[in-house]
């Protein structure tokens, strides 16, 4: 199971030091938990584990930092929502590897709405963005809330079309920043009547990596992902994506064939996606399906499930850790398939996988895959 969520302020702070520590992400912080039992003692052990997979140092967030964060965020009028918690999102903790904390500002009783995402082109046509702002604006009316990136053009327009009846907008950077600075009066509104969510700590300007997690997030927040004009190689069809491993549903408003804006979205509707014309669309696809099964993702639950290796147990992790970077590379591989092919147990394993994510040689991809980083 998930770990129990932070019951004091102590906990809370040693949660938030272990995801703002070096090298940790969702699944290696629930691993940990799983390991040593608290974050605090995650904590203790976080350095033996990262040398041993390989690396010289592992900058761990100090106790002043956490609590420096959260005042900072409380002054800012926000606060922090852990995994497990009443208000945390119930279809953001059914993806796969949720992330433990997020830091939201605004009316997080939203969360408890059916919510839908718009998402698309950040130089978008007249047309695409007036189709953005109408659809957010009727399914808004419908009783749905619209998630969105924040984003120039579709992303932008679909926020404005819902303000009045409730919008989310998730950050790539810290909840404190504004990118792009254009939108500005726009994240003040949305401050006002929606929510501002984020997972990445208060000052932090985004970064190209951010992206994709913060686009996990639009899609996971949502029951489906409705792309509006999308160039092939959009991050919109990252979201896309994301959502149909996530399990949710995929839409797409179709385009000219003559306007490379469209030719993602007309590509998701060739293979699958559904074709979206107008809002009642949505809610017909939506027919059927007012919640998704939101039970422990499997693959969380094998991750977490059993124990983890020992510190008696190094006489055999030492040839396995060998064995393991052997077999791993740049193409992601799943981690039933080298349980079977270097003859760990999945426990052996588990502490294999830690060490080297907290080293900072491995990452993580959707599906229980994992690759190297390459050397630096």
Known sequence: MLPTPPRTYAERTDWLRLIRSEN??????????????????????????????????LRLCTLEEATREQEAL??????????????YPRLLAAIEMPPPLLSVVGHIHLFEKRSVALVGARNASAAGIRMARVLAQELGAAGLVIVSGLARGIDAAAHRGALETGTVAVLAGGLDVVYPQENRELYDAIARQGVLVSEMPLGMAPQARHFPRRNRLV??????????????????????????????????????????????????IREGAALIQDATDVLHELEGRKTIALTEPSSARDWLDGQCATEDDEARLQPLRALLLERLGPTPIEIDELVRQIGAEPGELRTLLIELELAGRLTWHPGQRVSLLPSP
């Not at 992400?25 to 799983?34: K, Q, V, W, Y």
């Not at 040593?36 to 041993?52: D, M, Q, W």
């Not at 999308?230 to 385009?255: C, F, K």
């Open 74 to 87: 409380a002054a800012f009028g926000g606060r922090l929502v852990a995994l497990g918690e009443p208000d």
């Open 219 to 268: 899609s996971g927040l949502s029951l489906a992902t409705v792309v509006v004009e999308a160039a092939e190689r959009s991050g919109s069809l990252i979201t896309a994506r994301l959502a149909g491993e996530q399990g949710r549903d995929v839409m797409a408003v179709p385009g000219s064939p003559l306007d490379p804006r469209a030719r993602g979205a007309n590509r998701l």
């Open 24 to 57: 940790v992400g969702p699944s290696t912080f629930f691993a940990l938990i799983r390991r040593c039992g608290s974050a605090a003692r995650a904590l203790e052990e976080v350095p033996r584990l990262a040398r041993r997979g390989g690396a010289a140092t």
